[in-house]
């Protein structure tokens, strides 16, 4: 490997907007076996929207204040979108007396002395609120591709509502021209299986990881690694800090935090997915006028 070969191949992996932390990146890049993308903000916009909200008791209004007054304090995107949405129908939120986020799951929040939780079946299963009646509907919302969530008030099964969040629009090319240069894809992410195998299907990807809580994101990395695998992880939010870290190659979204930018080895100015099929190409490049 020369020097000379491996700073033009840098400079023009550059240009494209892709950033290899040091010269040893854009070699080991070359190696990888498998591509493991997270699907929030990396495959998807990560800019989720209100889609869907369904009462089992009470007024709709009713309970979109109480699912806003939980979320008012909540930092998570799908928090955004449900304030967002609340507002324009000129709900007004109440802060929380408490709050708990539980990462990977949702939240639990006491407001106006209610208990008002808001997430997924894991979450509400932890509290002993029985669900089933609204599985039907879950089902449904996820085959769309939506991301369901479940609404307890005072421990009773209150409504459910959907956030959806549209694939980026070079995330199938990208993922297409990757598989071309003999790469494996696979999708890690925290959402539901349902709703990861839409994602997934909508832009070419046919392997799936779902259900991972945050801080095994990492532990599924290592399992792909002592399977054999040289593993490649795209991502863009803290979560994944420590599976880029993990990773044999890290690429990080620029459009993401920057504590995955830091973890990771590769940064994507674009924030897209066909940088990560240049940075691919250009280490292949790079890699073959080296031999
Ligand atoms: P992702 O991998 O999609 O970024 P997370 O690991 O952050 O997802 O969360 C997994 C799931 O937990 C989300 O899809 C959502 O259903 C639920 N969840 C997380 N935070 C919240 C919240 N603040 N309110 C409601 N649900 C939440
Ligand atoms: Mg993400």
């Known amino acids: 490997a020369t020097p000379t070969s491996i700073m033009a191949g840098s400079g023009r992996a550059a240009e494209l907007g892709v950033l290899f932390k040091g010269g040893e990146h854009i070699e080991i890049a070359h190696q990888m076996d498998v591509v493991v993308f997270d699907k929030t903000g990396t495959i998807t916009k990560g800019k989720p929207e209100l889609t869907d909200v369904h009462s089992f008791e009470m007024k709709e209004e009713d309970l979109l204040y109480w699912i806003a007054s939980a979320e008012k304090e909540s930092e ?140 095994q994101k990492a532990a599924e990395i290592k399992k792909l690694q002592s399977s054999g695998y040289k593993v490649a992880m795209v991502g863009d939010g803290i979560n994944d800090a420590p599976a880029l870290v993990t990773a044999d190659i890290g690429m990080a979204m620029g459009t993401g935090t920057d504590i995955a930018m830091e973890a990771a080895d590769v940064t994507l100015m674009k924030g897209d997915l066909q940088s990560v099929a240049d940075a691919f190409a250009m280490s292949k490049k790079t890699v073959s006028n080296i031999r």
């Not at 939780?117 to 039907?136: A, D, F, H, N, W």
């Not at 089902?139 to 009773?156: F, I, N, P, S």
């Not at 459910?160 to 090319?173: G, Q, R």
């Open 76 to 215: 998570h995107p799908v928090a955004e979108a449900i304030l967002q949405n609340v507002k324009e129908k000129g709900i007004q939120p109440t802060s929380p007396e408490e709050f708990i986020a539980i990462p990977g799951e949702g939240v639990r929040v006491t407001v106006s002395t209610k208990e008002v939780m808001v997430g997924t079946r894991r979450l509400m299963k932890r509290y002993g609120i029985e669900i089933s009646q609204s599985e039907p509907i879950l089902r449904t919302w996820e085959e769309e591709g939506k991301t369901a969530m479940l609404v307890a008030v005072d421990q009773r099964l209150a409504g459910i509502i959907a956030v959806a969040d549209t694939v980026k629009e070079s995330s199938k090319a990208g993922i297409a021209r990757i598989k071309e240069l003999g790469l494996e894809v696979r999708m890690l992410t925290g959402d539901n299986e349902r709703t990861a195998q839409a994602i997934a299907e909508e832009v070419g990807i046919p392997s799936v990881i779902a259900g991972v809580l945050p801080e």
